[in-house]
């Protein structure tokens, strides 16, 4: 197998845990006898700091050309203040426009040796394992209007949603579903908001087409309850751009941690595959950020653009064998828990388990 991927490094702790995820995929690219070219390219708050837009032209088009892309993260506080065109967090919303990728895969399991590793008590995370298929390209993010009055005392966006659209991530989810455990949850706001109802129409139309598939219907602030007090429930969990985006977060203190958090954006060109966590800037540089969300990403990497599924395994085999041996970075250890390990330390122990799996 050849492929091209490009890497965008990002902001914050982005650089740290993307050069992680490319000496695995380097690595297992050597095992497995495949040839991966690596190119480098500024984003976001990276990019301004260049003197580019958050989403140079050159970035663009290396995005478009590539097999897929693999992302760190966006987000610099020296750029919180401004019109949108200056700040980081544009670059991904245009990158996922011209890519096309509209659907969002959040895959949320609890490890296991970690049931005990997050706020949660181990009872009611252990054997969490869920998906969350997340609408990505419309929205509130992407509705227009959008905007600040000229006086400043007020702003507005618009949450829009078409029929297509929503058929279209439905697909996904259900199908999903079919080779997973057969139960899609879809989130909405349908007792107040017109978009939802909308959504629950369509979701329901849709899973008449999956007869083996269980379709429940969930309003967002229910949802949010439930992760939180019974989460082992949910197989995978439909929702549009905003409550998408809060409600695998949540799944993140689920898990024990948002930098466990992989993402695969697919359905358009290639696919953007990144870690779900920030760019973290009260970190960066320090060596503690953990490298297992972007890892992970690059085994959804393998999975969903390259169509490697034994790569892709033998990375979340490397994993789970470095979790069950004891590792843990600083975000997985509780106080008085275990002496962490540098971020660099955990990619290394994953690394070598890629290289040469354990007998």
């Not at 837009?53 to 290396?62: K, N, Q, S, V």
Request: aromatic share 6%; proline share 6%.
């Amino acid at each position: 197998m050849q492929a091209t991927i490009v890497v965008l490094p990002g902001d914050g702790i982005g650089p740290e845990v993307t050069g992680a995820a490319e000496r695995v995929l380097r690595a297992v690219a050597k095992r497995f006898g495949h040839s991966f070219t690596f190119t480098s390219h500024l984003i976001g708050g990276a990019a301004l700091h260049a003197g580019q837009p958050p989403l140079p032209d050159g970035t663009r088009e290396a995005c478009l050309a590539a097999d897929a892309v693999l992302l760190g993260a966006v987000g610099d506080p020296a750029f919180d203040t401004g019109s949108s065109e200056r700040r980081p967090e544009t670059a991904l919303l245009q990158l996922r426009q011209a890519l096309g990728v509209f659907a969002n895969l959040r895959p949320a399991k609890v490890w296991p040796g970690l049931e005990d590793g997050g706020a949660f008590k181990p009872a009611v995370v252990a054997g969490v394992d869920m998906l969350i298929v997340r609408e990505l390209t419309g929205g509130i993010y992407y509705g227009e209007p959008r905007g600040v009055a000229k006086d400043r005392q007020s702003a507005f966006n618009t949450m829009r949603y078409s029929r297509p659209e929503i058929e279209r991530i439905a697909e996904v989810a259900f199908r999903s579903a079919a080779a997973r455990r057969g139960l899609v949850t879809s989130v909405d706001k349908a007792n107040v908001l017109e978009t939802s109802r909308l959504w629950r129409e369509v979701v329901t139309d849709v899973g008449t087409r999956y007869p083996d598939v269980t379709l429940e219907h969930q309003y967002v602030d229910s949802c949010a309850l439930l992760l939180a007090t019974n989460p082992k429930q949910f197989d995978v969990v439909l929702s549009g751009n905003l409550f998408g985006d809060i409600l695998s977060d949540e799944a993140g203190a689920v898990v024990g941690s948002l930098g466990l958090l992989p993402s695969a954006s697919i359905g358009g060109r290639g696919g953007l595959f990144e870690p779900v966590h920030g760019s973290a800037p009260t970190i960066a540089g320090r060596g503690v950020a953990n490298p297992i969300g972007a890892i992970v990403s690059a085994a959804m990497l393998l999975r969903h653009a390259l169509g490697a599924e034994p790569e892709a395994d033998a990375v979340d085999r490397a994993v789970g064998g470095t979790l069950a041996a004891g590792y843990r970075t600083a975000d997985l250890v509780a106080d008085g828990g275990a002496t962490p390990v540098s971020g660099s330390a955990m990619a290394q122990e994953i690394l070598d388990r890629v290289v040469k799996p354990p007998v």
